[in-house]
């Protein structure tokens, strides 16, 4: 087995504890902000109040995040007849509160290709490279070609000037690619994109007809199911999305979820 594997595999670990402990932290302050019933809190009430609505949970780790925010100052505490109940504080609604990347740059002008054959022995920089042309919202089209159709090339020649590897890297524009259509579809697989949005709208409409108790906690988890998807969505102008395209009807489900508590 080698080191670069075992390092892929202890990174992918730790993210699921992370992922695990901030969907923690995110159940209870939504819990405490907006399900906390008649001003009152305690870990069973809470544990069983998550189970109804299929959060599993146990009192240990409730203990644990309640003191951690309390410690951070994600809560405060306020009194009802003489007894404390927490709060969530301006920091901890600022915490749960879902965020969307911002990746609308108005009209499409030409496309931008970034072309780079680094060395083997370089290949951190290349994975790095990688990652962030990714972040950005590039589509990989082939070995070492990514392409998009927002004006980014200013920040990728900061990324690539950072990394030193200016002779490795071409930069190109286009009005146009050949067989355009497949190479998009190719490059964010935007088929399977779509069937993740008609997916998401199709369980928001389900659940915001039934309303069924502890509404914020399911709507929270609605809302980081469709954040997830709007990040991976490389926003495109209209006349490259697919017929049928659902991100937008799903956009506005999302708002009115977010509104709804």
Request: charged residues 25%.
């Amino acid at each position: 087995m080698t080191l670069v594997y075992i390092n892929s595999i202890v990174l992918l670990v730790i993210n699921i504890i992370e992922m695990i402990k901030n969907n923690l932290r995110i159940n209870l302050l939504t819990y405490i902000g907006y399900c906390l019933p008649k001003k009152f809190f305690s870990y069973e009430k809470c544990r069983a109040d998550w189970e109804s609505v299929g959060i599993q949970t146990n009192i240990a780790s409730l203990r644990k995040e309640f003191s951690l925010c309390k410690k951070e100052r994600l809560i405060e505490f306020k009194t009802y007849y003489k007894k404390p109940y927490p709060v969530l504080s301006t920091k901890g609604r600022l915490e749960i509160k879902t965020r969307l990347p911002f990746r609308q740059f108005g009209e499409f002008d030409s496309w931008k290709l970034v072309i780079f054959d680094i060395p083997e022995n370089w290949r951190a920089k290349r994975l790095i490279l990688q990652k962030e042309l990714q972040r950005l919202g590039f589509g990989k089209i082939a070995r070492g070609v990514y392409l998009s159709p927002q004006p980014l090339f200013s920040t990728v020649k900061r990324i690539i000037k950072k990394l030193a590897i200016e002779d490795f890297v071409i930069l190109i524009q286009a009005q146009s690619i050949e067989n355009e259509k497949a190479k998009i579809y190719r490059a964010w697989n935007l088929k399977d994109l779509n069937e993740q949005y008609e997916n998401f709208i199709q369980k928001a409409r389900v659940a915001t007809f039934e309303r069924r108790p502890f509404w914020p906690l399911e709507a929270k988890r609605l809302e980081k199911e469709f954040a997830w998807l709007y990040k991976q969505d490389p926003h495109l102008p209209a006349q490259f999305l697919p017929a049928g395209w659902k991100g937008t009807e799903a956009y506005g489900i999302f708002k009115a979820i977010s509104n709804s508590y």
